[in-house]
């Protein structure tokens, strides 16, 4: 099987991901929290399991695709100044994820993926919450500390998921 294969996988979840973000990201669930927070952070697992099953180039690989096509995707599914804010965050904060996951790669199995996932979170929702919505009527800054702190615990929860699947990768390799 090539190295591209299993990569087409993870790019389409990706994009299914980020787009289903953007489109949920518009609808507040209450005045602190949106919908996107709930799915956006699952983009980290991907990013993570890439990397640590096909290393850090696979990953980049990864969000450079992943990204291109859910811009496309959101400007049509949501708003084009979403799709530019998503767009934007995404590429800066995933990079940046597949850049600390890689330095932290050789630390404890779950240091990786909450570390990368946690700054990561940051720098997507102050980036993408501040070029979305500044000076629209939606309380911005109170949804982007809402949907952070939903991110953080949903990062938290995807480190069990994210420990079976990495010895999965882990196992399958060794076979």
């Known amino acids: 099987m090539s190295a591209r294969k299993p990569l087409i996988g993870l790019i389409l979840a990706?994009?299914?991901i980020v787009v289903s973000a953007n489109?949920?990201?518009?609808?507040p669930v209450n005045d602190w929290l949106t919908w996107g927070a709930l799915t956006y952070p699952v983009s980290y697992l991907v990013t993570d399991l890439t990397n640590r099953r096909f290393g850090e180039a696979a990953a980049r690989?990864?969000?450079?695709?992943?990204?291109?096509?859910?811009?496309?995707?959101?400007?049509?599914?949501?708003?084009?100044?979403?799709?530019?804010?998503?767009g934007t965050a995404?590429?800066?904060?995933?990079?940046?994820?597949?850049?600390?996951?890689s330095l932290l790669r050789k630390r404890r199995w779950w240091t990786p993926p909450l570390i990368s996932s946690v700054l990561g979170?940051?720098?997507?929702?102050g980036l993408?919450?501040?070029?979305?919505?500044?000076?629209?009527?939606?309380?911005?800054?109170?949804?982007?500390?809402g949907d952070y702190g939903v991110k953080i615990a949903v990062a938290l929860l995807l480190l069990g998921?994210?420990?079976?699947?990495?010895?999965?990768?882990r196992d399958a390799a060794a076979h």
């Open 61 to 86: 690989r990864v969000v450079w695709t992943g990204f291109g096509f859910a811009v496309l995707m959101s400007a049509w599914l949501a708003t084009p100044r979403i799709a530019a804010a998503s």
């Open 128 to 145: 993408f919450f501040a070029l979305a919505f500044a000076g629209t009527a939606m309380p911005w800054i109170t949804l982007a500390a």
């Open 121 to 125: 979170s940051a720098i997507d929702t």
């Open 14 to 16: 990706m994009v299914a």
């Open 161 to 169: 998921p994210y420990g079976v699947l990495a010895r999965r990768y």
């Open 90 to 101: 995404f590429l800066i904060s995933q990079l940046m994820d597949v850049r600390i996951f």
């Open 23 to 27: 489109v949920l990201v518009q609808y």
